[in-house]
């Protein structure tokens, strides 16, 4: 069993042989999952530990993992998939054996070989992407866009306190964190009215909580929303970028498209629903009451702190990294998790191993709390101060990290991987 350290007031919390796991955001209490490689290697599964990326696929292959159901080939492939499709049990086992591993010092000499530090690794996409929804679940920010685009009109639309809206995205397009993102190119409409083509002007972030499906469901049975849980593997953050003149021109009356198509980042380390159980909280109160699909029967809100950094590509040599421009909370997400799912799939659509679901935007009621640049400057008429420069939407060259923090026992802090790009200009 892991080995515990006591901490001021009688609470334990794990304590790990690996060089600075202790007390970073990435303790034994974490252990994210992602695909890694090194020089002249081939992309296999690892989990970070600390600064540290311990290899699963030489774990395997050396018995120390130990989970049959896993099988040797779940960690050596280029994707999660073949390990996230093994189900609950198998992850809780897998976990369970990794927890004991990094936290029994008579394990270090046979374990320790398999650690590669982090600075040598290259992260790769963690996931085979099946599908990929967005969801718009925060009502503070559904209600701001609403402010902007419907000025004359109820902010919210009659259906978004019923169900949780979304759209499907480009599953083809999700990169991993550090990917850079390309200007997008498309039509758009002119200040003088007129409809012109070309690199967009606005484009802007959107920082979301993404969860990664592990289990598929079957087709034409839809999932209740009690069971909705036991198919997800973990949460990642996501950034869905998006070109606010080419959505706004082209998304009546069929919704997105182009505007949004072009790129999504997410984290390369994928956080296991276990690890955020501690997390829970009840979330907004519904009103009206969701139909009975909808009804959740325990809190699925989870207090997750979140961040926005920018650093503009024309910010003083001085400044050491992203400035925050944004910070704000999970917590208060209207449509939760397994509402989400049970929405989803109760037409019959089926989840996939890999399906990407995101949250949509997520901002608070304060002024620095949203999500968006749209909503930070107001639609763009109040630019923000960014490390000296200011900011209404992204110039090339501009750099964006979301970051998430989550307190999941007292005395344990964890990290979210975070999802960062730098914009790159428009191709010719």
């Known amino acids: 069993m892991g080995v515990r350290r006591s ?18 955001g990435f303790p034994a209490e974490h252990l994210p999952l992602g695909v890694f490689s090194t020089s002249g290697t081939e992309p296999r599964v690892g989990v970070r530990i600390g ?33 996230l499709a093994a189900g609950p049990e198998t992850w809780l086992a897998v976990r369970d054996r990794l927890t004991d591993l990094v936290c029994d010092p008579t394990a270090q000499a046979r374990v320790a070989p ?58 083809g397009t999700v990169v991993v964190s550090g990917t850079p993102v390309v200007r997008p190119a498309g039509q758009r409409r002119s ?40 198919h997800v593997f973990g949460g990642v953050l996501v950034n869905d970028w998006s070109a606010r003149d080419i959505q706004v021109w082209e998304a009546q009356p069929l919704g997105p498209f182009l505007g949004k198509s072009f790129a999504t980042t997410m984290s390369a380390w994928v956080t296991p629903l276990a690890a ?9 109160v519904q009103d009206p009451e969701p139909l009975d699909y909808l009804r959740l029967a325990e809190p699925w809100g989870l207090d997750v702190d979140l961040e926005v950094g920018m650093l503009p590509s024309d910010a003083a040599t001085s400044v050491a ?9 999970a917590a208060g997400l209207y449509w939760r998790l397994p509402q989400q799912i049970a929405h989803l799939t109760i037409n019959g659509a089926n989840l996939r191993t890999g399906d990407l ?38 110039e090339d060259g501009d750099e964006v990290v979301l970051r998430g923090r989550a307190r999941p026992a007292e005395g344990v802090t964890i990290e979210l991987g975070d999802a960062s790009g730098r914009i790159v200009p428009a191709s010719e």
Not at 210 to 227: H, L, N, Y
Not at 368 to 393: H, M, N, Y
């Open 191 to 230: 200040s003088g009215g007129s409809i012109v083509f070309g690199p967009t002007t606005r484009l802007d972030i959107e920082l979301e909580l993404g969860f990664v499906v592990g289990v598929p469901s079957q087709q034409g049975r839809p999932v209740p929303i009690g069971e909705a849980a036991d």
């Open 276 to 284: 955020l159980s501690g997390c829970h909280v009840d979330g907004p």
């Open 7 to 24: 901490l001021t007031g009688g609470a334990e919390v794990l304590s790990s042989w690996v060089e600075g796991a202790d007390g970073s």
């Open 357 to 394: 679901l995101a949250s949509g935007t997520i901002s608070g009621p304060e002024r620095g709390s949203e999500g968006s640049l749209i909503e930070l400057t107001l639609g763009g008429t109040e630019p923000l101060d960014v490390a000296g420069v200011q900011r209404t939407f992204l």
């Open 114 to 171: 398999a650690l590669v530090p982090l600075a040598g690794a290259t992260l790769h996409l963690p996931i085979g992407v099946a599908d990929y929804v967005d969801f718009y679940s925060s009502m503070e920010h559904a209600t701001n866009l609403g402010r902007l685009f419907r000025p004359d009109a109820e902010p919210l639309l009659p259906n978004w306190r019923h169900l949780p809206v979304a759209y499907h995205g480009r599953a």
């Open 51 to 83: 600064g540290q990326v311990l290899d699963l696929a030489r774990l395997s292959a050396a018995g120390l993992v130990g989970i049959d159901a896993a099988g040797g080939e779940a960690f050596a492939g280029r994707t999660l998939n073949p390990f």
């Open 321 to 329: 990294g992203p400035a925050t421009i944004s910070r704000g909370s």
